[in-house]
């Protein structure tokens, strides 16, 4: 049985998330999506609220399941028994990041492979901090994320404070 880990912040989770998600359900047996807690970095949701919007928008796949973890990828990889990363890429500069993040995770686990799946053009442009942002300033995000993640992020932007919503 061959699982793949696709770990990301999914904040917020976008139609691009998905699109890789459900061309690797297809793929491998099973797909555990990995919601990557960074303390370090500010998210819009919590790591809660992404667990349960991705299990929502996910739950049509029988072979995907998502998880969170605070720790290296190539750990929860190796626990559960994984040996392939994918990561999504939308540009040249995504394949460099990338790159070098795959090496580094090749080097802590030589087992480890990382598999990269170009997005689809239409996804290309989509970037979860230019969704945040433009949410922020009240722009239209219905083609770049579900209804439900408009919804929800809607209801965060909110609830900040008016200087920050401008």
Known sequence: MTTAV?????????YGHL???????KLFDSVDV??????????LFTADERLTLIKELTKEFSNVSVHKWEGLVVNYAKEHGANILLRGIRSA???S???????????????????????????????????????????????????LVAEKM?????????????
């Open 6 to 14: 696709f770990p990301g912040s999914f904040d917020p989770p976008t």
């Open 19 to 25: 699109n890789i998600i459900e061309r690797a359900s």
């Open 34 to 43: 990995l919601i990557a807690v960074n303390p370090e970095k500010h998210s």
């Open 93 to 95: 500069n995504d394949f």
């Open 97 to 147: 990041y990338e790159f070098d993040l795959s090496l580094m995770n090749h080097t802590l686990n030589a087992e480890i492979e990382t598999l990269f799946i170009p997005t689809e053009q239409k996804y290309s442009i989509i970037k979860s901090s230019a969704i945040k942002e433009l949410a922020l300033f009240g722009g239209d995000i219905s083609g770049m994320v579900p209804p």
């Open 154 to 166: 809607l209801k965060k932007m909110e609830k900040k404070p008016a200087k920050d919503r401008k």
